[in-house]
């Protein structure tokens, strides 16, 4: 099956600063790659998603790369706000409508 | 617009008994998927319903069943409970095989 690896498990940046989250998958079915972002005591958010026939993809501060051939795909948040602190997971579709997840990444915007 | 609701919202249980779990999609959703997210981890993935009917299954033993109704409501059962069972149990809706939107969760606590 699908193995979905997300670093860094934890990051802590300056508000204002980038961040940038990675993940790898190893089924190159994979078509399909969400990015959620979960605050305590809530469900994930859908906060971007990615196709396999499209590189890159942005929603105001948000980005997401995809680069098939590698298998790994990178969210990427600009002028961080210390309201986008929370844990962020990667996830790709894989066969059979199985969705697979990343172990997420803590992400703390210090103000 | 109403989104993913789910009931209960915390649930204490003893090893060895059966819960039920529920979950109302968005409006208009047909698909539901269920999730088991254990403190710490990324969300596992368990079934898949669309159309009220099974699309797809994660990697869960049979203790685990599930179901949607007409409604396009879905309950997730598990009998027998482990201490392991303890986890948010999540329910995804969604309008395609892929954008799916979470609910806040169920909290399930076996002693």
């Known amino acids: 099956g699908e193995n979905v690896e997300q670093h860094p498990s934890t990051l802590s940046v300056q508000e204002g600063d980038s961040a940038v989250i990675k993940c790898t998958y190893s089924d190159s079915a994979s078509n399909y790659f969400p990015w959620y972002k979960q605050e305590l005591g809530k469900g994930p958010q859908l906060i971007i998603d990615i196709r396999s026939n499209v590189g890159e993809k942005k929603d105001q501060r948000i980005a997401v790369t995809l680069n098939k051939t590698a298998k790994h795909f990178s969210l990427h948040i600009t002028e961080t706000q210390p309201e986008d602190s929370a844990v962020y997971f990667c996830a790709a579709k894989g066969n059979f409508n199985k969705f697979y997840f990343g172990s997420g990444t803590k992400l703390n915007v210090k103000p | ?111």
């Open chain 2, 1 to 111: 617009d109403a989104g993913v609701t789910q009931s209960p919202t915390h649930l204490i249980k003893t090893r060895g008994q059966q819960v039920t779990l529920r979950c109302s999609p968005i409006s208009g959703h047909k698909s539901v998927s269920w999730y088991q997210q254990v403190l710490g981890q990324g969300p596992q993935f368990i079934f898949q319903y669309y159309e009220k009917e099974e699309r797809g299954r994660g990697n869960f033993p049979d203790r685990f069943s599930a179901r949607q109704f007409p409604n396009y409501s879905s309950e997730l059962n598990v009998n027998a409970l482990l201490l392991g069972d303890s986890a948010l149990y999540l329910c995804a809706s969604s309008l395609s095989y892929n954008e799916q939107f979470f609910g806040p969760g169920t909290r399930l606590t076996v002693l």
